[in-house]
């Protein structure tokens, strides 16, 4: 569920999202919320047909309270933008003027250098409806649109912010291959421990008599272990494929088959490396 | 407002989106929107709580009809995935398990590598309240999670959808720059056009008296000529300040200040070129 945390850092900083004339509390809050997920905080309002405070933009934000505590209302556009050095404006559609126009990826990089050199800016969203005039485009620096289906092209105003939020948030990425969290460190096997399981294996085998017959026995032996190598197996994955063989091993199953006395899982993954 | 437009090429290709037991007829909806904003088609449900169809769907997918009508509903999950050859899971939480955790960005171009190659691929999305369980998670190849702001870091359904379908259109593109229009294609100025503006602008000031005192007349030529150099001004831009420069050049104001006849934008942008 959603919420802040106290222990864990909270990010707050970056452009202003400024919505224009919005209709609805719900996407004011849902708006609070994208913004939230992403680390920024500051939401300007010019206009807002229901007035504000709003109790369902409230609802929506999901507990972004420092979002809504922050929201700061404007009569005019002009003055919703007035500190700000550099603002984008969104739009879906070409407009006729002479503005540059850019991708999310490359308005994000824009903010984010703009921010480190301390300069204060916005990004526009038009109405729900019918997006910005061009008379509110033409108060922007620059243009930034969205690669969207040709055929469905309209995003409503939260998936937009959450877009531009989410760019914002990678911006400040070193790598956007960067997660944050990984898999469990997990140190790869030495060839050692990938030959003394092919030894395991091949030894079980051998007592049931697989390697058969005997003119086939070296081919048998390479696409064995070529099937076992190309995984690159780490070190506790070896260590549960151990524990399988062990237990097939056996000379014999306790229970005929479909007569387990509890469910098995059959999934091997997780289960830890205590098993050999 | 959204809308398919029969004229624009729709996409419907790439990953299967697979909710597993949604609760919210809205959020399906909200996913399926999500889904051909960016051109994702195929969407799977397994166990959806209220049932399927669902008229609060279709009200929330904003006229998504070809991704709500080719919905399919299954009864578990491991049907839902038996037809893919890979599959993510989304998660916003560590899990204990060996697989890999990978960012949306990698996800996505594995998805497309993986389109590319003929496969058939599908992205798992958990439950409203408390996503999916270890066992779901275990059914998937891959980990994908979100760079979120630490201390607010839930995502709903349809905003996780949203990010990986946009991330999966951006995956198909040459270059994340790319934008779906561009700004009017304006001819750089040559700069002969340059400096027969520099000559106007000084002609109509030095009629006036603006270079003074005589001994700063270089240094205010430089500083003017800088300034007007800076923004590299494209050929139709050049020619709107020269209109500019024309109009003032007049000998008298027609009125007087602030008793203008009509309202005076005072924004020259995108007046044209038809000025001068």
Avoid: C
């Avoid at 243009?143 to 105003?157: C, R």
């Avoid at 190309?230 to 306790?254: H, K, N, W």
């Amino acid at each position: 569920m959603a919420g802040t945390n106290s222990e864990r850092e909270l990010l707050a900083e970056g452009p202003a999202i400024i919505l224009v004339e919005p209709q609805l509390g719900e996407n004011i809050g849902m708006v609070a919320r994208a913004m939230a997920n992403f680390g920024l905080a500051e939401l300007r309002l010019v206009n807002p047909r229901d007035g504000w405070p709003s109790e369902k933009a409230q609802a929506a934000a999901a507990k972004a309270d420092h979002v809504i505590e922050g929201t700061k209302v404007f009569a005019t556009l002009e003055e919703a933008v007035a500190d700000l050095n550099f603002v984008y404006a969104t739009t879906a559609r070409q407009r006729d003027g002479f503005k540059q126009v850019r991708s999310p990826v490359v308005a994000a990089e824009t903010l984010r250098q703009r921010f480190v050199a301390g300069e204060k800016t916005g990004i526009l969203f038009g109405r729900e409806r019918w997006g910005l005039t061009n008379e509110e485009v033409a108060l922007a620096d620059e243009i930034v649109t969205f690669p969207v289906n040709p055929a469905f092209a309209s995003l409503n105003i939260a998936q937009a912010v959450l877009l531009m939020s989410y760019e914002w948030m990678k911006s400040g990425m070193e790598d956007v291959a960067a997660t944050p969290f990984q898999a469990v460190d997990q140190k790869p096997a030495t060839k050692e421990q990938l030959f003394g399981f092919f030894e395991q294996i091949e030894e079980a085998l051998d007592a049931r008599n697989y390697f058969h017959p005997p003119t086939k026995v070296p081919k048998m032996i390479d696409n064995l272990r070529a099937v076992l190598s190309r995984p690159g197996f780490t070190e506790p994955e070896i260590s549960v494929l151990r524990g399988v063989i062990t237990s097939l091993d056996q000379f014999a199953r306790r229970w005929k088959k479909g007569e387990a006395p509890a469910k098995q899982t059959g999934k091997g993954h997780g289960d830890g490396a205590d098993e050999e």
